[in-house]
């Protein structure tokens, strides 16, 4: 992402008809703006961070809204410029109109359209929000449970940047040690016994992980589940599906084949989203009813590839079949596999759980809500979540990679200090080297060290007027 000074523009709220709207610019010298939409007497006397009520004023001097202008004074503000907030009533005519007119003011001082997260990328830039912070805030907005909203709030607060920032100061720290120690070979001085350098690189390594488990738990409010229902014609899937969603989301009847085409429906298990996919029917091509059911088919394939858990579904009134076995032998070996013994009511089986070798078994029954509790339980359970009382940050798959990156670099500064050599060995050199890559990779979580290319992913994934 280019980086352009140029005053900016947008419409701040959610597309669509709302009580309120917000039309939102930022940039140096608003003046100019401010006097023309607001009017001269009132535009020109606005109080920094003060609401005052007022029209919105057309070029020909006709009112466009009625609402509220707020002016922020550099540096005090969201982007850490001068910013003009314009709240008006929320319809998305109106709302254009004003923002035209915005447009048309604030021309002889180079007003232009906001891209997408551009705003929220000036606040970084102006020292207001660190990357972390940053992605906090389209996490906040995106939260699907009330869990996910609390994580990313977390994040935004800053919470998540402090723990990382604490880890890089112990590391900072502890490489002060091994530079000075480099620097004067002639000391004499064993610095990993005095310094207790394996001590505090153990600290902070169990650190790292303690916060490298809060940023996985967090991950999972943030991207949920894929949980895909795999199995035969009529063992219970949609019927599982409906008795997960607690509605009658999917048809069920003893025909077989019923469902030809993904069936997807998101719920709440402890806070985490979870995507329940329901699937076609697995039966041999030439027993599919038609092309739509083998197309049907397919789509259950595709979708098994993707799963983040695999629920194979089966009947325990009748047990395991070959057709059964065949299924299972082409799940994928590096998903979770959960084999569920459906219709319990039928065959006499009490609801229970059973950790395998192979897999997960629990028996239960979708029509009479037997057993979903062990359900919902393990399928947390297989993923790795832990109820607790600790706070979990709003992580993203590259947080996840930084914290393991940095991980690994520690496990091998470790082993260098496990050499038990004088301060002039190689092995300190190496020592230090590892030290580095550890907080440089820390340090890009925060964007303290992130390239160019990476902001313009990270601020093009939100919505323009943030």
Not at 234 to 259: C, F, Q, R, Y
């Given at each position: ?12 709220t ?15 010298n ?8 607001c ?97 906090g805030?389209i ?63 153990n ?70 989203p ?8 697995i ?46 032998a ?113 340090s ?23």
């Open positions: 992402m280019t980086f352009d000074s140029s005053p900016i523009a947008a419409i701040a959610a597309p669509g008809r709302g009580g309120i709207g917000v039309v939102r610019v930022s940039g140096k608003l003046s100019s703006v401010m006097t023309a939409v009017g001269a007497d009132k535009g020109s006397s606005l109080q920094a961070r003060h609401a005052t009520y007022l029209d919105f004023l057309n070029t020909d001097g006709s009112v466009i809204d009625q609402g509220l202008a707020i002016y922020f004074k550099a540096p005090h503000s969201y982007t850490g410029e001068d910013v003009l907030e314009l709240q008006g009533h929320g319809g998305p005519v109106v709302l254009q109109m004003l923002l035209t007119r915005c447009l048309e003011a604030g021309a002889d001082i180079g007003l232009r359209m906001a891209e997408p997260g551009e705003f929220t990328h000036r606040a970084f830039l102006n020292d207001k929000l660190d990357l972390a912070q940053a992605e805030v996490d906040l907005i995106e939260a699907s449970t009330e869990a996910a909203a609390k994580s990313a709030s977390q994040s935004l607060s800053g919470a998540f940047s402090k723990t990382i920032q604490d880890l890089v100061d112990k590391i900072t720290n502890l490489r002060m040690l091994v530079e000075a120690t480099l620097d004067f070979p002639e000391e004499e001085i064993d610095f990993l016994e005095k310094s207790d350098a394996r001590g505090q690189l600290g902070i390594r169990e650190a790292l992980q303690t916060v490298f488990s809060q940023a996985s738990q967090g991950a999972l409010l943030r991207d949920g589940l894929n949980i895909v229902l795999a199995g035969q014609p009529n063992v219970g899937k949609s019927s599982l599906l409906n008795a997960l969603a607690g509605s009658d989301i999917a048809i069920v009847t003893p025909i077989a084949g019923t469902t030809r085409d993904k069936v997807i429906e998101t719920i709440q298990i402890e806070g985490i979870v995507n329940v996919i329901d699937t076609a029917g039966r041999d091509a030439a027993d599919a009813g038609d092309e739509v059911e083998r197309i049907g088919i397919e789509r259950t394939w595709a979708a098994v590839q993707t799963a983040d858990v695999i629920v194979h579904m089966l009947d325990a009134s009748r047990g395991p079949t070959r057709d059964d076995e065949e299924i299972a082409r799940f994928p070996v590096n998903v979770p596999v959960m084999r569920i013994w459906n219709k319990i009511d039928l065959s006499g089986h009490r609801p229970a759980i059973d950790r395998m070798p192979d897999a997960t078994h629990i028996y239960l029954s979708a029509t009479d809500l037997l057993g979903m509790d062990l359900l919902r339980g393990e399928l947390l359970h297989l993923v790795g979540w832990q109820q607790t009382g600790e706070s979990l940050y709003m992580a993203r798959e590259r947080h996840l990679i930084a914290l393991k990156s940095a991980h690994d670099h520690l496990e091998m500064a470790a082993q260098h200090a496990a050499h038990d050599s004088e301060a002039t060995d190689p092995a300190l050199d190496l020592f230090a080297e590892e030290l580095r890559l550890a907080q440089d990779r820390l890009s979580i925060t964007g303290e060290f992130t390239s160019d290319d990476l902001l313009g992913v990270i601020f093009s994934r939100f919505c323009i007027g943030k």
